[in-house]
């Protein structure tokens, strides 16, 4: 079976699940006494998740022809403009229009993909709400200075990542109302005007990091693709050809985990996932670079839905993203292995960000060691084998507000490194840490014929880590002072970590805690593959089970 192919069965599962749930008819309106942003994320994940059943029904009903999907896909379109016809109603703002854009774009991909198959009073209803919403917009929030100029992490510049989301869903929706609203030929123009001369240019720093966190990557890239790719097959005009020659795959490639655990290991979910199947898919039609094509089909869960492990406290919304169908539409085909012409590069180090990355591959079997911001993170086949707890990433969150964006500091200070070197000699990369007059931190040596990671930490702190594989970190120097059997449960949090979510499946893992010998603590990772019990019950590496794809509660 074909990647493509493949792709497309992962979404018909998720869309029979969901052909028959109803839409929820309360619309839930923004409040100004908002501090913990329960109302931001009960909205935002409602939003999210109505937005991404909604294109993967209508996507898997464009690509399939299913009488049953199609006719589920209509009624969902319909419901959801419904329900959130009255998104035109509050001024837009930053809390608001990152999930307004999200319903536009939703109903504009709704009505295109079913556009042969929706009733006249269907197509005139969504036609007046997707009007009515996009009108506001772009009277109210992109008629903004800081909205529609160059982008940045500084409160006087508007979010990289915000923006592309928000340009992106906006200039889509701009594309489904051509020839049925006066203004929309303009409204794409000025979204091809912001991609232009602000997004391509700017949404991605130097280094080709994501400036907010390589979390972002993919749904910054990936919400480029989505308009330009429109943009040139209605009206011709292209940025997308020399855009994606231009952009380096890199950063996504060093961050993708093809199969990855259900629950955080270290950074958010959905940093590593099927968005970057998609978004490499995409280049690798574009570049015509079939190594990147064999990368994106190695997605272990291609075509289904992505569910955020967590639900909303008050509502219980849960945030859906429907990512993966897009690989289905860009994927160039050809060989499904790891290994076409040159590799990718196996190792990236981002200053920006103060990130390094080496892995051996990304196919089954395959590792990625990361060390972000002085803490090392290493998975073997997509499982944890190590996470580091020290330094402790704490938000900042007065800073957060001010910008916009999230904003870290490590405690305890000191531990983070000024500077990282990478040194990538095929077989074995070294990367190592020093602080801003240049004394060692740490040295992470990895050998991949033989799978390990070796951690040096020079120092008088102790460590604390956590991992999930049968097998613990190995200490070679150093003193184990403790090991707590479930010492470790992933807390998940939105809104600059003041809102405390539920947890849809909570999980402990040991911790263990090592004080330096003489100053220096050595602990040795195997990276192998996982051993028998690694997927069972107690596992982590659960994406195989088909009901982790969606939380029934």
Not at 39 to 48: E, P, Q, S, T
Not at 325 to 331: P, S, V
Not at 397 to 417: A, C, D, F, I
Not at 443 to 459: C, E, F, K, M, Y
């Amino acid at each position: 079976m074909s990647f493509r192919a493949r792709v497309v069965a992962g979404m018909l599962v998720d869309a029979e699940t969901w052909a028959a749930r109803p839409v929820d008819d309360e619309w839930i309106a923004p409040v100004a006494d908002d501090p913990l942003y329960e109302n931001l994320y009960d909205r935002f994940w409602a939003i999210m998740a109505d937005a991404a059943v909604l294109e993967h029904l209508a996507l898997t009903a464009q690509l399939t022809g299913s009488p049953a999907v199609t006719e589920a896909a209509v009624a969902r379109l319909d419901a959801t403009a419904r329900r959130w016809r009255r998104e035109a109603e509050p001024a837009p703002d930053y809390g608001t229009a990152y999930a307004t854009t999200r319903v536009a774009k939703a109903l504009a991909v709704g009505s295109d993909c079913l556009a042969g198959a929706l009733p006249p009073s269907v197509r005139d209803r969504v036609l007046e709400v997707l009007t009515t919403i996009t009108r506001r917009l772009a009277a109210e929030w992109f008629t903004r200075p800081d909205v529609r100029g160059p982008v940045g992490t500084g409160a006087d510049r508007h979010s990289p990542h915000h923006s592309s989301v928000e340009w992106s869903g906006f200039g889509i929706a701009a594309l489904a109302l051509l020839d049925r609203v006066p203004e929309a030929a303009g409204w794409v123009t000025d979204a091809e005007r912001q991609f232009r001369d602000h997004l391509l240019p700017g949404a991605l720093a130097a280094d080709g990091a994501a400036p907010e966190g390589m979390d972002f990557w993919a749904s910054t890239v990936l919400s480029q693709v989505q308009f330009l790719d429109p943009l040139r097959r209605v009206t011709g005009r292209d940025l997308l050809t020399a855009h994606a020659r231009s952009l380096d795959p890199t950063p996504g490639l060093a961050v993708y985990l093809p199969r990855r655990t259900a629950t955080a290991d270290g950074h958010p979910h959905y940093g590593p996932s099927t968005g970057l199947c998609a978004v490499l898919s995409a280049l690798a039609r574009e570049r015509a670079e079939p190594q990147l094509a064999a990368v994106a089909a190695q997605e272990a869960a291609p075509g289904r839905l992505e569910v955020w492990p967590a639900r909303s406290p008050r509502r219980g919304e849960q945030l859906l993203m429907a990512w993966g169908g897009y690989a289905a539409l860009w994927h160039p085909g050809g060989p499904d292995g790891d290994a076409v012409g040159p590799p990718p590069a196996l190792s990236w180090y981002s200053p920006t960000l103060g990130e390094a990355y080496v892995r051996s591959g990304w196919g089954p079997g395959s590792f990625v060691v990361a060390v972000r911001r002085g803490r090392v993170t290493a998975w073997a086949d997509g499982v944890c084998a190590l996470a580091d707890l020290t330094p402790e990433a704490v938000i900042d969150v007065e800073e957060s507000r001010r910008t916009g964006s999230g904003v870290y500091r490590t405690e305890p200070p000191g531990l983070e490194p000024a500077a990282l070197r990478v040194i990538d000699l095929g077989d074995t990369a070294v990367v190592t840490g020093a602080d801003a007059a240049g004394r060692p931190l740490l040295r992470v040596s990895v050998d991949r014929p033989r799978r390990t990671a070796t951690i040096l930490r020079i120092g008088a702190h102790p460590r604390r880590w956590w991992w999930a594989t049968p097998s613990a970190p190995a200490v070679g120097t150093g003193t184990v002072t403790g090991i707590a059997a479930g010492g470790h449960r992933p807390d998940l949090r939105a809104g600059y970590g003041l809102l405390d979510v539920v947890e849809t499946d909570p999980r402990a893992y040991p911790v263990a805690t090592v004080e330096p010998d003489a100053g220096r603590i050595e602990v040795a990772v195997q990276l192998g593959k996982n051993r028998p019990g690694g997927s069972g019950a107690g596992g982590q590496d659960r994406w195989r089970r088909a009901p982790r794809q969606e939380d029934t509660a």
